[in-house]
Nanobody, 123 residues
Framework: QVQLVESGGRLVQAGDSLRLYCAVS????????IGWFRRAPEKEREFVAA????????YYRNSVKGRFTISRNDAENTVYLQMNSLKPEDTALYYC????????????????WGQGTQVTVSS
């Protein structure tokens, strides 16, 4: 059973940077694809970024390309989401998800989820 715990979310101002953490336990991170998703109030959950376990390929939604970077430290079983130049529209509850199969933005196919960490960007 994979357990995921997110941390790092907080209130920041527009233009600030923030790093989110996803601690993985119960399974070796090196065998898992990891995705970050977010859900803003009254909106659908949306894909933010992902990194695959096979080749470390990264994927991003268009609106965060060039601002967000996903990376993984297999030795520490942790995945990071570095967020720069934050905007008010980035405000959301951020979740990390894991699965041995990569499902991209189809969040219903990701098997394991954390509880989320709140990111609030003030203007």
């Amino acid at each position: 059973q994979v357990q995921l715990v997110e941390s790092g979310g907080r209130l920041v101002q527009a233009g600030d940077s923030l790093r989110l953490y996803c601690a993985v336990s119960g399974r070796t991170l090196s065998s898992l694809n990891i995705g970050w998703f977010r859900r803003a109030p009254e909106k659908e959950r949306e894909f933010v970024a992902a990194v695959t376990w096979t080749e470390g390929t990264t994927y991003y939604r268009n609106s965060v390309k060039g601002r967000f970077t996903i990376s993984r430290n297999d030795a520490e079983n942790t995945v990071y989401l570095q967020m720069n130049s934050l905007k008010p529209e980035d405000t959301a509850l951020y979740y990390c998800a894991a699965d041995s199969d990569y499902s991209g933005n189809r969040y219903t196919l990701w098997g394991s989820w954390g509880q989320g960490t709140q990111v609030t960007v003030s203007s």
